[in-house]
């Protein structure tokens, strides 16, 4: 994966990237309503309260939906095409993007379980269990 300009980064963005950089997938959870909420904000979407409290994900989930891209959205990916994102619906019930890594078995596919592993402007989704096909 190619470094992708962070040097904007503020507020909770910010927050969530210096997590990656230490290795850790966040989330928060609403103290109010009880909802899990991902990306990182000020107020919960779900009952608009400011009692969010930062989790940390295991990093196990399930591929909701895919692509790959033959046109990269940023300048810094031209180098990484053809590349996959994903959709993972992570355990602890946050929907989370980040690239699929290549596959030694063949792609990834919508059900699969994959792990993630956290880099310092990303995550990268590997294969951790097939479904049957």
Do not use: K
């Not at 989790?55 to 300048?75: F, M, Q």
């Not at 994102?85 to 355990?91: C, F, H, K, N, W």
């Amino acid at each position: 994966m190619s470094r992708v300009p962070v040097d904007h980064a503020r507020g909770e963005e910010l927050t969530y990237l210096q997590a990656l950089a230490e290795g850790r997938v966040v989330f928060q959870v609403c103290d109010d309503c009880g909802s899990a909420v991902w990306y990182l904000r000020t107020v919960c979407p779900f009952c608009m309260s400011a009692a969010l409290r930062e989790h940390t994900a295991v990093g196990t989930g399930t591929i909701h939906s895919l692509t790959t891209l033959h046109r990269a959205g940023n300048a810094a990916r031209v180098g990484d095409l053809p590349y996959t994102v994903a959709l993972v619906d992570l355990d602890e019930g946050v929907r989370v993007i980040g690239d699929l890594a290549d596959a030694d078995n063949g792609p990834l596919a919508i059900g699969d379980r994959v792990t993630a592993h956290p880099y310092p402007d990303g995550v990268v989704f590997e294969a951790l269990e097939r479904n049957a096909r």
